[in-house]
């Protein structure tokens, strides 16, 4: 059973993601590398994907080649995938004036396949990443990590620079909260950005003096202008295929950031359309995060029965199987998550990945997987986790290192360390696996 996902080295992804938001991504990739080539596991909201290192391998030395014929490659390839990215927002408007109807969610989803045919390509770099970069470049990490760095301020960062603004002039809290709605956003729960808590959030900056706040912008905005200069003065350094190849992950960086914005305005109303479905149907929205839409489409009264995604949400494996995109659970789940977690379990006393963020520290061990696991993470700890999210970033400024199980170096993780200055190792497959609460870890950034 399942021969034909034996044999293969896979690349693990994971975090805080439930189906019903994960599914267009996920028949997307299916698509671009084969449906045996990808394996999405679930337990509750915990979730490792799984594909296929080759096929990322395959994809990522395709696109620097074409990146080193003609430097405008991947602004073509954004420019591509912006078509879907707006096409999908005014499908979203649609969704708003058609009250969330069946037709107008189907539609929104079909365009999201689309959208993410064409932002895949952000992926490969996770896995493949630095070893192209170590092929093509002498240079440190901090080096490397500026030259990549986006040329603008990140949307998270951007949201947190204008509250500071807000708290500093007593601006319109509306208008904060129609241009960050969806900011806190994410795979698991779509909930939106409240007025409530923007006001509350600006009650706790307004504790600060005006000097201290003016401080805090004036340092975030010349961070930016500082990384600005240094990119240049490496720049000076690169031949003509290194800049090539450093005007690709730059941009790359910049349109993962816009990708996620995209994609946290469209889940919003994902789940708005599944808290409609929970009044309609009295079926809690935590079950109803794992309907699989495409069997919802053609039978909706089947795919809402609640053992089943009862069953789902314990433990389920999703794939793209006999031409159409399915879910497992109870033994056949068992079966081929044993296949494909096999390379991943170990015992292993030493966990390595690439440097995010240089530094040498010590600390104890906090594993968070999910937000119900926030509470338990202390200032100073070591923040362990699959990958980080924008509803990461109270913990990371606590943290005293981070550690994740994936991520390259256009990633959250490496981002935000670099803006904090936080150690940080990303891209380790298998940190969460090895390390436990409690544990008192070195976490080596300077080499990785």
Not at 108 to 119: G, P, Q, V
Request: proline share 2%.
């Amino acid at each position: 059973m399942f021969e034909e996902f034996k044999n293969k080295k896979w690349y693990r992804q994971g975090g805080l993601v439930v189906p019903f938001f994960e599914n267009p991504a996920m028949l997307a990739i299916a698509g671009i590398i084969g449906p045996t080539n990808y394996v999405g596991i679930y337990r509750a909201e915990k979730n490792h994907g799984y594909f296929n290192k080759q096929e990322f391998k395959e994809g990522a030395y395709a696109h620097i080649k074409a990146q080193l014929k003609d430097i405008k490659h991947i602004d073509e390839l954004y420019l591509n995938w912006k078509k879907y990215a707006l096409k999908a927002l005014e499908l979203v408007d649609v969704s708003i004036k058609d009250n969330y109807s069946k037709d107008s969610i189907t539609r929104l989803i079909m365009s999201l396949e689309d959208f993410w045919r064409t932002a895949w390509v952000i992926e490969f770099y996770d896995a493949y990443g630095e070893q192209i970069t170590n092929e093509n470049f002498d240079l440190s990490s901090d080096e490397i990590a500026v030259l990549f760095s986006p040329t603008f301020i990140p949307k998270m960062q951007e949201e947190y620079l204008e509250l500071l603004k807000l708290a500093l002039e007593d601006g319109d809290i509306e208008n904060h909260y129609k241009e960050f709605y969806f900011i806190k956003a994410s795979w698991a729960d779509a909930s939106e950005y409240s007025v409530d808590e923007i006001k509350e959030k600006l009650n706790e900056l307004k504790k600060k003096s005006r000097d201290d706040i003016k401080a805090e912008i004036h340092k975030i905005e010349e961070h930016y202008s500082e990384i600005n200069k240094e990119k240049l003065s490496i720049g000076e350094k690169l031949n003509d295929d290194q800049e090539k190849i450093a005007y690709f992950f730059e941009k790359l960086t910049e349109w993962r950031d816009e990708r996620k914005v995209y994609v946290q305005k469209c889940n919003c109303h994902l789940q708005k359309f599944l808290l409609k479905l929970e009044k309609e149907h009295n079926i809690p929205l935590k079950y109803l995060k794992f309907v699989n839409y495409y069997q919802f489409q053609i039978n909706p009264e089947k795919e809402l029965d609640l053992e089943l995604l009862k069953k789902r949400h314990e433990f389920c494996v999703d794939l793209s199987l006999c031409d159409h995109w399915t879910y497992l659970h109870g033994d056949e789940a068992k079966a081929l998550a044993e296949i494909v977690e096999k390379e991943f379990s170990s015992d292993a006393k030493e966990v390595k990945g690439m440097c995010a963020c240089r530094g040498h520290v010590t600390g104890k061990v906090c594993v968070v997987m999910n937000t119900k696991e926030f509470s338990d993470f202390k200032e100073g700890n070591v923040l362990v986790t699959a990958c980080t999210r924008p509803e990461f970033a109270p913990l990371m400024k606590k943290a005293i290192a981070i550690v994740t199980d994936e991520g390259g170096i256009t990633s959250h993780a490496a981002i935000v360390s670099r803006e904090l200055a936080i150690p940080c190792v990303i891209g380790t497959q298998k940190a969460t696996s090895i390390f436990k609460n409690g544990m008192t870890v070195e976490v080596d950034a300077d080499n990785g």
